[in-house]
């Protein structure tokens, strides 16, 4: 079972910066990939960054080159840097997890099954 809880988060004003902490807890190992998502009222959860079991990345489009994931094994946590932030940035975010399906394994964004309670990111013009 694996367990995700997510910190962080909050206002900011348009072109500012926040960060996203998410512990992640369980039996996590090199065997998952981690991932962060995003939904707002009336719309599907849309996929922002995830990583593969080799540490791979990947991004939406809508936040190339101004997110980024990562995470820190000593401290069992993923983070979500996000800068140049946007209005349309404003939702809320979901730590997720994947199992992979290989050691060396990218996850399609339907293959997060696991998921945090979220945290509310908010983007005032």
């Known amino acids: 079972q694996v367990q995700l809880v997510e910190s962080g988060g909050g206002s900011a004003q348009a072109g500012g910066s926040l960060r996203l902490s998410c512990l992640v807890s369980?039996?996590?190992?090199?065997?998952?990939?981690l991932g962060w998502f995003r939904k707002t009222p009336g719309n599907d959860r849309e996929g922002v960054a995830a990583?593969?079991?080799?540490?791979?990345?990947t991004y939406g489009d809508a936040v190339k080159g101004r997110f980024t994931i990562s995470k820190d094994n000593a401290k069992k946590t993923l983070y979500l840097e996000m800068n140049n932030l946007k209005p349309e940035d404003s939702a809320m975010y979901y730590c997720?997890?994947?199992?992979?399906?290989?050691?060396?394994?990218?996850?399609?964004?339907?293959?997060?099954?696991?998921w945090g309670q979220g945290a509310w990111v908010t983007v005032s013009s």
């Open positions: 997720a997890a994947a199992a992979a399906r290989g050691i060396i394994y990218t996850c399609a964004w339907h293959e997060f099954a696991y």
């Open positions: 369980g039996d996590v190992n090199n065997d998952y990939c």
């Open positions: 990583l593969d079991t080799i540490g791979r990345t």
